[in-house]
């Protein structure tokens, strides 16, 4: 079968899911491909099957991949499996939405998941999840992947009920939150544990981070908070309103 698995990801949760899957369906003989949206991939014409997701930001994966998907998804009579990764169940189905502009433009959707991955983003209630938090959520995750990709290879996934409520809702969220995020984005900046290396200005999937003329790290207007800078940078040295943060790095709990 030929998959294509598309997904944006901010620090990694989302992007595991797409190799963890498509590792399996490689395995098990599936031609498969795995891109980022950052590189504005091309969903092959000859696809079977269609995975696509990314995180959760306040009810909704990101304003972001639902732009892309209604900007760059051609209609298609295929099948299509959506997932979301969210650091709790709470405003987890944002995942309706996506599955939702899909099913439109020709997609039959078979599954919509949800995955509970380590949090990325912490503050008062919310701290960074313990090591063995995280360690519970990774093999709980593999699990419930275990028992999609056995669904996909017996081919007993059945279509999806598109009854979707309050899509409308999150997508207006989604809108709101991009326009909160770019405020989020403002109060980022780099201290003087930066050595200048560049990461962040070259990942940041916005390109909102730039070089001034003497090398000082500038935060532009168009943020999207999905802290790939914060958790990514080597010297941890971006601050988020004058404050470090403990970094998450998914790297550190797989092989
Ligand atoms: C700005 C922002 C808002 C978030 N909002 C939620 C939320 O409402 N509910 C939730 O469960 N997780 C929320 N999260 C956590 C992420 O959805 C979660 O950590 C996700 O797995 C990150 O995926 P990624 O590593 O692919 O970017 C939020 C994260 C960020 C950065």
Redesign the pocket.
């Known amino acids: 079968m030929k998959v294509n698995i598309i997904h944006f990801?901010?620090?990694?949760?989302?992007?595991y899911i797409a190799k963890y899957i498509g590792e399996k369906l490689k395995d098990n003989g599936d031609k498969v491909k795995i891109e980022s949206i950052d590189k504005n991939p091309k969903i092959d014409e000859d696809v079977e099957l269609l995975i696509i997701g990314?995180?959760?930001?306040?009810?909704n994966v990101p304003e972001k991949l639902i732009r892309w998907v209604l900007r760059n998804v051609e209609n298609k009579n295929a099948n299509c499996i959506v997932y979301s990764?969210?650091?709790?169940l709470?405003?987890?189905h944002g995942v309706d939405s996506l599955a939702k502009k899909l099913n439109k433009k020709g997609y039959n959707i078979l599954a919509k998941e949800t995955y509970v991955?380590?949090?990325?983003?912490y503050f008062g209630k919310y701290p960074k999840n313990t090591k063995k938090e995280v360690e519970d959520m990774i093999n709980n995750t593999n699990k419930q992947l275990d028992i999609l990709v056995d669904k996909i290879k017996k081919e007993s996934l059945s279509l999806e009920n598109m009854e979707n409520k309050g899509v409308l809702g999150k997508d207006l969220l989604a809108e709101t939150f991009s326009i909160m995020?770019k405020f989020?984005g403002k109060n980022l900046s780099a201290d003087e544990n930066c050595i200048k290396c560049g990461l962040c200005v070259k990942n940041c999937p916005q390109n909102n981070i730039r070089f001034e003329k003497d090398k000082t790290i500038k935060f532009d207007n168009k943020c999207m908070?999905?802290?790939k800078c914060i958790h990514s940078c080597p010297k941890n040295a971006i601050n988020y309103k004058n404050k470090k943060y403990e970094q998450y790095n998914i790297n550190e709990y797989i092989e």
């Open positions: 990801s901010g620090t990694g949760n989302s992007e990314g995180p959760i930001y306040a009810s990764t969210s650091a709790g709470i405003n987890a991955m380590p949090r990325n983003f995020a989020i908070a999905c802290m």
